[in-house]
């Protein structure tokens, strides 16, 4: 065996070696009980009497050189830090101030979850529709004809869709699941509809072009502006305080007659007070209930639609809608 080969060999095999895996596979190439250094060392059985002497000296010098060479990686992967492949799942965790913080529902689901608590208690019972919604429910139904402004492509967002097909929608109101309500329902009819809504409205402190709406309705014999009134006072007052000031303000909107908007108080914390519109309402229109088959002879209804991320912000003094939905967590935890 040529013991120069050899040394030169490992050495360029050295060079390579980078983890503490190939370093292990040198040493049993090299090193090991039947390694080449080994087997070198069996070999001088076979070498000239006279040339055992030389060679003997000669494997002694190699065996060194690739001992040391050794040695040397291996101290210095030692020393190195460990690359981790991967998660290492026998690491300790990190310990923050708050290490087994469990997580909690978004502020506005903890809101709509109090809100179906309150509206349970006054008998209501939670109802949903689709958030793709056709123009049927949406609009037509609601007694908002085809050339009503409210139906203008630049302010609602319909899907691009196929000339066959009928047109589709995200819908812009939760006023939609009135009607799919009534279409499956004989009064009397006693329901909360919580659920998102899009709008391509501007964004700003109080606007966003997604946010959520609580409908709400009611169908029976006898119903009176006297009852809705009563139930957006009793809300209003349970959820924000005794103290809270609401304001009714007639409106229009084509789906109720008479029609209302109610504000609500928003005091800052400087002491400077403002209204801020809370939601629309009014006794649904005749031609509603015509349109799902009901009498309008016999039944009479009220609706309402509250902006729920307005009542989170007036509940919780926040200022502006948008942190609501940047889901940074340390302003979301404040609620947890
Ligand atoms: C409606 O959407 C009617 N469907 C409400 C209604 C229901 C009237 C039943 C009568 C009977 P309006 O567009 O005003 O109405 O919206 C209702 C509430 O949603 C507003 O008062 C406000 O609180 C909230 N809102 C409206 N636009 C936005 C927006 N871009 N961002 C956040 N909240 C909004």
Redesign the pocket.
């Given at each position: 065996m040529d013991l120069t080969e050899l040394v030169n060999a490992a050495q360029a095999e050295m060079t390579a070696v980078q983890t503490a895996e190939q370093l292990e596979s040198f040493r049993i190439k090299y090193l090991g009980a039947k390694g080449l250094l080994k087997q070198a060392s069996d070999h001088i059985k076979q070498i000239p009497a006279d040339q055992k002497r030389s060679y003997g000296q000669a494997l002694n010098a190699v065996k060194q050189t690739i001992t040391e060479a050794f040695e040397r990686r291996k101290s210095e992967l030692e020393s190195q830090p460990t690359a981790v492949k991967g998660v290492d799942v026998t690491e300790p965790g990190r310990i923050s101030h708050d290490p087994y913080r469990p997580g909690c529902l978004h502020l506005i689901q903890q809101t709509i979850d109090d809100l179906i608590d309150l509206f349970s208690q006054m008998g209501y019972s939670v109802a949903d529709g689709p958030e793709l919604e056709d123009e049927f429910h949406n609009f037509e139904a609601l007694n908002v004809p085809l050339d009503h402004p409210a139906r203008h492509p630049l302010d609602n967002f319909y899907l691009d869709l196929k000339p066959d097909e009928p047109p589709l929608m995200l819908r812009s109101?939760t006023?939609s699941v009135q009607i799919r309500v009534l279409e499956s329902h004989k009064p009397p009819v006693r329901i909360i509809a919580p659920g998102r809504v899009y709008?391509p409205?501007t964004v700003d402190a109080?606007?966003?072009f997604m946010?959520h709406?609580l409908?709400g309705l009611y169908v029976d014999k006898n119903v009176t502006m006297v009852d809705l009134k009563t139930c957006i006072d009793l809300f209003a007052r349970a959820f924000f305080g005794d103290s809270v000031r609401t304001r009714f303000r007639p409106s229009f909107?084509p789906?109720?007659e008479p029609?209302a908007?109610f504000d609500i108080q928003f005091t800052s914390t400087g002491g400077s007070s403002r209204w801020v519109?809370?939601?629309?309402?009014?006794m649904v229109d005749p031609n509603v209930l015509s349109a799902v088959g009901i009498d309008p002879q016999i039944y009479s209804g009220f609706?309402?639609?509250?902006?729920i991320?307005?009542i989170v912000m007036r509940r919780h003094g926040i200022a502006d809608?948008r942190d609501l939905f940047q889901n940074d967590v340390r302003f979301l935890r404040q609620f947890a």
């Open positions: 109101q006023s709008r409205d109080t606007h966003s946010f709406q409908e909107f789906f109720t029609s908007e519109e809370l939601g629309g309402c009014g609706a309402f639609g509250l902006g991320e307005r809608i």
